[in-house]
């Protein structure tokens, strides 16, 4: 199974028909898969998590049982064990500290669910997840990832936490890199984080659509920058444009 012909078949037989003529090689493949997502939520419902979730339940197992998915603070909740009224600060213990040995090895999938948070005055502060904003752990994850999946129309463009009639504006939440359809925000950019990101809009995206592109990124199907050309000018890919 190849990148072409897993390219062929989502464009002739949609995300969907795709998974389900592949299934037996993309769960053979997946058990032996290298890659790992590290994904976090900004500010969003969790529907795309949701989404996710109803997704083919064989290939969901699948990704589950082989921890494809190293990091996720709704499926994979481990933190904030106290012994004696203190707080343990270790990784076998607490998802936050595992998350900080992750981002030390780096070369996982990031996924973003969800806008980010600018405000109030640029701090990020109006989301904190463990005190800390979730503009600054995407930026931090960002760094050492090897390619970045805006999961949803909020990470992708903003979404409805961005929606610019409302006093939403003063909190300013932009996606990834894109505020609204056309104007481009170059926050990674900005802390000279130069990773490929690719924009899955949707709210959400369609449980087959995350799936088959999940699935050939943890495959290693697309890789960059060699595989840039697969991307439309809002960073979609072509053959699953989300929507
Ligand atoms: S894109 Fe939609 S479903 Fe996904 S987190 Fe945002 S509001 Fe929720």
């Avoid at 082989?66 to 998802?95: A, N, W």
């Avoid at 890789?223 to 050309?229: A, C, K, L, Q, V």
């Amino acid at each position: 199974m190849d990148k072409q012909e897993c390219l062929d078949a989502i464009s002739i037989l949609g995300a969907g028909g795709f998974l389900e003529r592949y299934k037996p090689e993309i769960r053979k493949e997946l058990r032996s898969a290298e890659s790992k997502v590290v994904w976090i939520h900004g500010a969003g419902c969790s529907g795309c998590t949701m989404s996710f979730l109803s997704a083919d339940q064989e290939l969901l197992s699948t990704i589950l049982e082989r921890e494809c998915i190293i990091y996720h603070k709704t499926l994979l909740e481990q933190s904030g064990f106290f012994v004696d009224g203190v707080l343990m600060r270790d990784p076998e213990l607490d998802i936050e500290y595992y998350l900080e040995d992750i981002e030390k090895t780096g070369g996982y999938i990031l996924v973003v669910e969800g806008a980010l948070v600018e405000g109030p005055a640029n701090s990020g502060r109006y989301c904190l997840i463990a005190g800390k904003s979730v503009r600054e752990r995407i930026i931090k994850a960002a760094a050492r990832a090897k390619v970045i999946l805006a999961l949803g129309t909020c990470a992708s463009c903003g979404g409805v936490p961005g929606d610019r009639r409302s006093e939403n504006v003063v909190r300013d939440f932009p996606g990834v890199i894109f505020r609204g359809a056309v104007e481009r925000r170059i926050i990674l950019d900005e802390h000279g984080i130069r990773k490929p990101v690719i924009n899955l809009p949707g709210c959400p995206p369609k449980p087959e659509q995350i799936m088959a592109l999940l699935a050939l990124l943890l495959l290693d199907k697309i890789r960059f920058p060699e595989d840039s050309g697969l991307l439309d000018e809002y960073l979609r890919l072509k053959v699953i444009k989300g929507g």
